[in-house]
């Protein structure tokens, strides 16, 4: 048995249903939605192996199936320093997990009749219209106008400066592309650098989720965290869900780590002096939010009720279909559409649709899953995927840089499906 002196642990059964009713969450034993409580247990052995051993502080798990969850846990500390518990209200940085939130708030807008993803994006960023592309020999136009969908499927020609693979990269650093004051001079800066690839001809994550947003605020003419609240999270009951943390709910908000070279946590934003204590000026669309577990599971189970939740209607069912949809030329994968960079998915037997990446092929992919099943991640090692033909959706919350530290999500989906028993 594993000591209780390491972590904390929390399970919410049926005893929970009544309170749990109230914040829309209904919480129920495994085997009445077809999954085996035994066997999700394994998750809890596996989350306790990674912070007994000091690579995790803590962890919040989620599994949910037709809508209710079968599985909920909090391990570990979101403090280790100040020796405090993970808890269902501790407040994570999601990172990349803002990026289908955005790209959720920009489809509204398509919903609004707004745009055309085939327009181009210099409709609505004049400064964009002669974009070009880098070449060793010196800049050259693009094939085609760089249009709204290749924003949103990150087939741009956008790069991110920490990648550290290409001129481009080191121009996005030099020139700040990414530490812009606000999204206006975010895009300004942008304008002004070469793009890696003439956009729809390769796939590369980028920044271009930060650009949706940015289009979000100009098209919806109010700035984008105040869009995202009214429109969004007042809606699904996302009350935690933020670009920053008010004074009030400070205690809440989780340390960060990053992996040391012998497998331990180096304390790298502490909550008590976290930036996220101040309200920014550029909202970052691909990166900036916060969130609960709760907040989460509603965003996630709105996009498995195809747009919907508790009577709120976020999208409609066309809409997220298009959007968990593979986009990729010839519905092919990742791996097909250029050299493999740092991303928050796999290449292989992978595709990516309006803001998720897409299960084309399991076993191409070499992991258990479903044709059609999307998810995505964040760089503190979050994570979530949502399986339509199951009916099932997982969430996983953590603080530790970078995400690829470990192979913890792909365990999590192994786990998850295993206890799959009708």
């Known amino acids: 048995m594993v ?14 249903i009544n309170q749990d009713m109230i914040t829309g969450m209904e919480i129920v034993e495994a085997e009445t939605i077809g999954l085996s409580s035994h ?8 989350m306790t192996s990674y912070i007994d051993s000091g690579r995790y502080p803590g962890t919040t798990t989620l599994v949910a199936r037709h809508g209710k969850v079968a599985h909920l846990s909090f391990q570990g500390k979101s403090d280790v320093e100040n020796d405090a518990k993970v808890a269902r209200n501790t407040i994570f940085r999601i990172y990349s997990m803002s990026k289908p939130i955005t790209s959720t708030a920009l489809m509204m807008l398509y919903e609004d009749g707004h745009f055309m993803l085939d327009d ?3 409709r609505f960023i004049p400064g964009w219209e002669k974009l070009k592309v880098y070449t060793p020999e010196g800049t050259v136009p693009t094939e085609r106008p760089m249009q709204i969908r290749d924003l949103l499927t990150h087939t741009s020609g956008l790069t991110y400066g920490f990648m550290n693979a290409h001129p481009v990269d080191a121009m996005y650093r030099d020139q700040g592309a990414e530490s812009a004051e606000d999204l206006t001079e975010m895009v300004k800066r942008l304008g002004e650098i070469p793009l890696l690839f003439s956009p729809g001809t390769r796939w590369s994550y980028s920044i271009a989720t930060d650009v949706c947003g940015y289009l979000v605020q100009k098209i919806a003419d109010r700035s984008f965290d105040e869009f995202l609240i009214e429109r969004l999270f007042k809606p699904l009951g996302m009350v935690d869900t933020d670009f920053w943390v008010p004074a009030d709910k400070a205690h809440r908000l989780a340390a960060n780590y990053s992996k ?8 790298v934003d502490p909550p008590g002096r976290s930036t996220y204590l101040t309200k920014p000026t550029r909202f970052s669309g691909g990166g900036g939010l916060v ?6 599971f509603r965003f996630a189970q709105m996009l498995l009720n195809k747009g919907e939740l508790h009577g709120a209607r976020i999208l409609g069912r066309k809409t997220v279909e298009l959007m968990t949809s593979n986009h990729m030329p010839g519905n092919g994968d990742l791996a097909s559409m250029g050299q493999s960079v740092f991303s928050e998915t796999p290449y292989d037997g992978i595709g990516f649709g309006l ?19 999307f998810a995505w991640g964040g760089a503190a090692s979050t ?21 690829s530290a470990y192979p913890v999500r792909r365990e999590l989906r192994v786990l998850t499906y295993q206890s799959l028993i009708d």
């Open 3 to 16: 000591s209780t002196e390491n972590y904390a642990l929390h399970r919410f059964m049926a005893s929970s």
């Open 39 to 46: 066997r999700l247990a394994k998750l809890n052995g596996l």
């Open 120 to 122: 181009p994006v210099s």
């Open 260 to 267: 040391t070279p012998d497998d331990g946590l180096r304390l």
């Open 291 to 296: 969130s609960t577990i709760d907040d989460y």
């Open 355 to 373: 803001g998720f990446s897409v299960m084309l092929d399991p076993p191409t992919a070499n992991i258990l899953g479903t044709p059609g099943e």
């Open 383 to 403: 994570y979530f995927f949502v399986d339509p033909g199951e009916d099932l959706l997982a969430i996983q919350l953590t603080q530790l840089l970078p995400s």
